[in-house]
C-alpha cells in the first residue's frame, strides 16, 4: 500500500539533490586516536601560520617601511583586523570539534535493562511536552505529535500550543486551525485501543507474579504475543501513511518502523528464551509490559492562549510557551469580562474550573521537528544520574532529514549536520547553548529565571526571554548567571525540516542572524558578576560563547570588506591561505563522515556568500534594535508546498557582487595584481554557481521584477489621498473640539454593563481627556 502511495506522489528532484532517505547512525562513530591527532596538529599550525604571518607584515610593512602614509596604515590595520577574526573563527571550529572527538570517543550507549530498571521502582516524575504551532501544515504537525506520542515514559503529556488567530481571514487558515485542533483528540482515540489492552494485561501480569520466584511459560508466550501485536499496530500504521515527501519517509521508516523493528527483537528474544525452556525472573516481564504501556499511554489536549485575554499579546513562540508554562500547576478560575476571557488563581476555598497539570520536566518541540525512540527515557535518564542535579537543559542538537529534493536544501542540512557536531563539541568546555527546536528542561531552573511583569491587567511571567528572535540563546545565558548547566546528549536523537527554497532560507537566516550583539552584552555583564561571585567563566567557554553570539557579525563585515574594497596587494601573504587551510580540510573530512562530498565545502562558500546580505541585514536590525530598544516581530519560517518568494534585495546582491567580483578580476589582471584577481575570479565563479544553482536564473530575474514592480502600486484597500486628508481635518475638529470643552454625548460610545462598570471605573476617562 505505501509503495503504490508512494507511485501516486512522485517527487521531482533536482540534479544534485540527494537520493538517499537513510539518516546516519544514531552512535556517532568513535574516533581513531589518529584523528583526534590530527586535529591537534591542525590548531597548532594554524597558530603558527597566524603568528608568522601578522609578524612578518607588522615588521615588513610598518615597522621596516619608510613609505609608510596613513592610508596604507589603517588599511592594514583593517586588513589584520578582519584576518584575525575569520582565523579565530576558524579555530574556535577546530577547538570545538576537538572536543566533539573526545565526547564520542568516551560516550557509551546505556544499555536497555539499566533504562527499564531506573524507571520501574514507583518512579513518579512526569513530563510535558510543548508543541508550539502557527499556522502549520497539519500533516507536517501530526507527525511531530506522533513522534512525541509513541515516546516511552510512565507520566506523559503532549500539549499542542495553537498559536493561530482564533478567527480566522482566509478559508485556508480556517481549515487549517480546524485540522490543527482536531490532531491530539485523533491521536488519543488512536492509541487508546493499544493501551487499554496492555494496561490490562499488566494488571493480570502483576496480581499473578506477586508471589513468583520465576515467570511460568504461558506469561512469557502471552508478553511476546502483545509485543507481536504492538509491532504489527505500528507496521499497520505505517503502511497506510501517504507518502508526499522525504519527511513521511522519515517518519515511517524512523518513527513508526524502527520502533516496530525494536519491538520485534523483544518478541524474537522472549520466543527464543521459550524455546530454549530458559527462566525469566517476574520484574523483568513487568517492566516489558511497563515499556508496553509507556510507549502507547499519553494524555494529550489542546492550547489556544489567543482565546483568552490573560495572556500575553506578544506574538512569537517563547511567549506562547511562556503562556502555557505561566500556568502550570495552578489551580485556574475562569472569569468572563468585557475585553475576553481571563485565567487566574482560584482563591482559597474557590472551586477551580480546571486544575492545570504540573511536572518536573518541560520538552519543548517545534512543530516541524520529530524524536527517535527512546528520546525522552535516554534525556531524563542523564540528567538523573548523580552529578547532573545542576544540569538544566539537555538536547540533541537536531539533524537534518535526508533526501533533499532540492539542491539548496541539501547544502543547508549539511550545514545543519555540521552544526550538530560543533554544538556536542560545546557541551565539552560547558558553553552549551539551548538550540530550540528540541530540549528537555527542569522546570524548577525555569523558575530561577523568570521575570513577572504586568501589561494593564495581566500578569505575564516570562521564563524564556523574547527581547530577541533567538530566545533560546538568551535564555541560555541567563542559566548561566544562576549556576545552571545546558548538555548535549552526544546522540542523534531529533530531526527537524530545513527550508527548501531560497525565500524562506531568507526567512530562518536572517532570524538566525538578529540578536546576538544584543545578547553578547549581557554575556559580558555575567561574567563581570560571576568573577565577583567567585565562579569566574573559563577561557574556553568564553571564547566559544562569543564566538557563536558575534561571529555571524564580523564574518559578514569581514567578508564584505574583502570583496569590495581593492586592499594593497603587499597584505596579501601564502601565510594566510596556509591558516585557513587546516579549516577548509577538516570541514571537508567532516562533510565526508557525515554523507556528503568533500566539494561540498566549495559549495558551503558559495552558499555563504549569496546568504551575505541576509546576515548583513539580520546583523544590522540588530543594531537598530539595541539603539531603538524596541522588539522586533518574529518572523516564522514559511512551510509551504510551492516556492517562496524572495525579497528582490537578497537576490539582487548575489548578481552585484558577480559582476563587481568579475570587474575587479578584469581590472587586476591587467594591473597584474594577481592575488586579488585570484581572489575576485574565484568569488565570482562560486557565487555563480550558488545563484544558479540554488535560486535559479529565471526565479531571480521574477523575484526581482515582481518586487520591483510592488513599489509602483498601491493595494486596493488602502485609503486614497483626498480620504486620508478628510479623516485628518476630521481629528483634528475633533481635538479642537475637546479642547474647548465640547463633549460628544454623555455615554461612551461603547455601553458596559454595570458588572464591568463596577469592575474596570471609567475606561473612557483613561485614553480621553474630558473636562469634569
Not at 36 to 58: E, K, P, S
Not at 196 to 220: C, G, K, N, P, W
Not at 749 to 764: A, F, K, M, P, V
Amino acid at each position: 500500500m505505501a509503495k503504490e502511495h508512494e507511485e501516486r506522489n512522485v517527487r521531482h528532484h533536482q540534479w544534485g539533490a540527494e537520493t538517499t532517505t537513510q539518516p546516519l547512525a544514531i552512535m556517532h562513530e568513535k574516533p581513531k586516536p589518529s584523528r583526534i591527532v590530527l586535529g591537534y596538529v591542525a590548531i597548532v599550525f594554524t597558530v603558527i601560520a597566524w603568528l608568522v604571518y601578522m609578524i612578518t607584515m607588522i615588521l615588513t610593512l610598518f615597522v621596516y617601511n619608510d613609505h609608510v602614509t596613513l592610508r596604507f596604515v589603517i588599511e592594514g590595520v583593517l586588513y589584520l583586523g578582519i584576518v584575525t577574526t575569520l582565523i579565530f573563527s576558524a579555530m574556535v571550529y577546530l577547538v570545538t570539534r576537538q572536543g566533539a572527538l573526545h565526547r564520542f570517543l568516551q560516550h557509551e550507549r546505556v544499555p536497555r535493562a539499566m533504562l527499564d530498571e531506573h524507571f520501574s521502582h514507583d518512579y513518579d516524575k512526569g513530563i510535558t511536552v510543548l508543541i508550539p504551532s502557527y499556522v502549520e501544515q497539519p500533516k507536517v504537525v501530526e507527525k511531530t505529535i506522533w513522534s512525541a506520542a509513541l515516546q516511552e515514559f510512565p507520566d506523559e503529556a503532549v500539549v499542542l500550543l495553537i498559536d493561530d488567530p482564533p478567527h480566522p481571514k482566509t478559508d485556508e487558515n480556517r481549515a487549517i486551525l480546524q485540522a490543527c485542533r482536531g490532531l491530539v483528540p485523533k491521536i488519543m482515540r488512536e492509541l487508546s485501543e493499544p493501551s487499554h489492552r496492555f494496561e490490562q494485561t499488566r494488571q493480570r501480569v502483576r496480581a499473578e507474579l506477586a508471589d513468583q520466584t520465576y515467570v511460568r511459560r504461558s506469561i512469557v508466550t502471552q508478553c511476546a504475543e502483545d509485543y507481536r501485536y504492538a509491532a504489527a499496530w505500528l507496521e499497520r500504521k505505517a503502511d497506510a501513511w501517504v507518502i508526499e515527501d522525504h519527511t513521511d519517509d522519515f517518519f515511517r521508516d524512523q518513527v513508526l518502523l524502527a520502533l516496530a523493528r525494536d519491538l520485534r527483537l523483544t518478541e524474537q528474544a522472549l520466543n527464543e528464551a521459550t524455546m530454549l525452556q530458559q527462566q525469566i525472573k517476574p520484574e523483568r516481564i513487568v517492566q516489558l509490559y511497563n515499556r508496553l504501556v509507556w510507549i502507547f499511554t499519553v494524555k494529550g489536549w489542546s492550547f489556544e492562549r489567543k482565546q483568552y485575554a490573560s495572556t500575553s499579546t506578544e506574538g512569537n513562540k517563547a511567549m506562547n510557551l511562556n503562556s502555557f508554562i505561566g500556568l502550570m500547576g495552578h489551580r485556574i478560575k475562569r472569569e468572563e469580562t468585557a475585553d475576553g476571557v481571563f485565567l487566574r488563581d482560584a482563591r482559597e476555598g474557590e472551586s477551580p474550573d480546571f486544575v492545570m497539570r504540573d511536572s518536573e520536566y518541560v520538552l519543548t518541540l517545534d512543530a516541524d521537528s520529530m524524536l527517535l525512540r527512546d528520546y525522552c527515557l535516554r534525556l531524563v535518564y542523564q540528567l538523573e544520574q548523580p552529578g547532573n542535579e545542576r544540569v538544566a537543559v539537555i538536547q540533541t542538537p537536531y539533524s537534518s532529514y535526508r533526501g533533499a529534493p532540492t539542491r539548496i536544501e541539501r547544502i543547508a542540512a549539511a550545514t545543519t549536520d555540521i552544526q550538530h557536531v560543533l554544538h556536542q563539541g560545546m557541551t565539552y568546555y560547558d558553553a552549551t547553548f539551548w538550540v530550540g527546536a528540541n530540549a528537555v528542561i527542569r522546570k524548577a531552573a525555569l523558575g530561577d529565571i523568570c521575570v513577572v511583569s504586568t501589561e494593564g491587567p495581566r500578569t505575564i511571567r516570562t521564563y524564556i526571554q523574547d527581547r530577541t528572535v533567538i530566545e533560546d540563546t538568551e535564555s541560555s545565558v541567563d542559566l548561566g548567571y544562576y549556576g545552571w548547566h545546558l548538555v548535549n546528549y552526544p546522540e542523534r536523537l531529533s530531526y527537524s525540516s530545513t527550508p527548501p527554497d531560497f525565500g524562506s532560507l531568507v526567512v530562518q537566516r536572517r532570524r538566525w542572524a538578529n540578536g546576538g550583539l544584543l545578547i553578547i552584552g549581557k554575556f559580558f555583564r555575567i561574567v563581570k558578576a560571576r568573577r565577583a561571585q567567585g565562579n569566574p567563566v573559563k577561557l574556553g567557554e568564553w571564547c566559544l560563547r562569543v564566538n557563536y553570539m558575534a561571529s555571524i557579525a564580523w564574518s559578514s563585515f569581514g567578508l564584505m570588506f574583502l570583496l569590495a574594497y581593492p586592499f594593497d596587494q603587499r597584505l596579501l601573504s601564502p601565510w594566510v591561505v596556509a591558516a585557513s587551510l587546516p579549516y577548509f580540510l577538516t570541514m571537508s573530512s567532516d562533510l565526508k563522515r557525515n554523507g556528503y562530498k568533500r566539494s561540498d565545502i566549495l559549495r558551503i562558500y558559495g552558499f555563504n556568500i549569496v546568504l551575505l546580505t541576509v546576515n548583513l541585514a539580520g546583523t544590522l536590525k540588530s543594531i537598530q534594535q539595541g539603539m531603538t530598544n524596541t522588539k522586533i516581530p518574529f518572523a516564522r519560517t514559511p512551510k509551504v508546498n510551492d516556492r517562496t518568494a524572495s525579497p528582490p534585495l537578497y537576490v539582487a546582491m548575489p548578481w552585484g557582487i558577480i559582476i563587481f567580483s568579475a570587474l575587479v578580476f578584469y581590472a587586476d589582471t591587467l594591473s597584474g595584481n594577481w592575488g586579488n584577481a585570484i581572489f575576485a575570479g574565484f568569488n565570482a565563479t562560486v557565487t555563480t554557481w550558488a545563484l544558479l544553482s540554488y535560486i535559479g536564473f529565471w526565479h531571480s530575474l521574477e523575484d526581482m521584477f515582481v518586487g520591483w514592480l510592488r513599489w509602483f502600486f498601491v493595494p486596493a484597500d488602502t485609503p486614497h489621498l483626498w480620504e486620508r486628508i478628510t479623516a485628518w481635518r476630521a481629528n483634528r475638529r475633533a481635538a479642537h473640539d475637546r479642547a474647548n470643552g465640547v463633549r460628544a454625548g454623555t455615554l461612551p460610545d461603547r455601553h458596559e454593563s454595570w458588572r464591568d462598570t463596577l469592575y474596570y471605573g471609567d475606561r473612557q476617562m483613561v485614553h480621553e481627556s474630558r473636562p469634569i
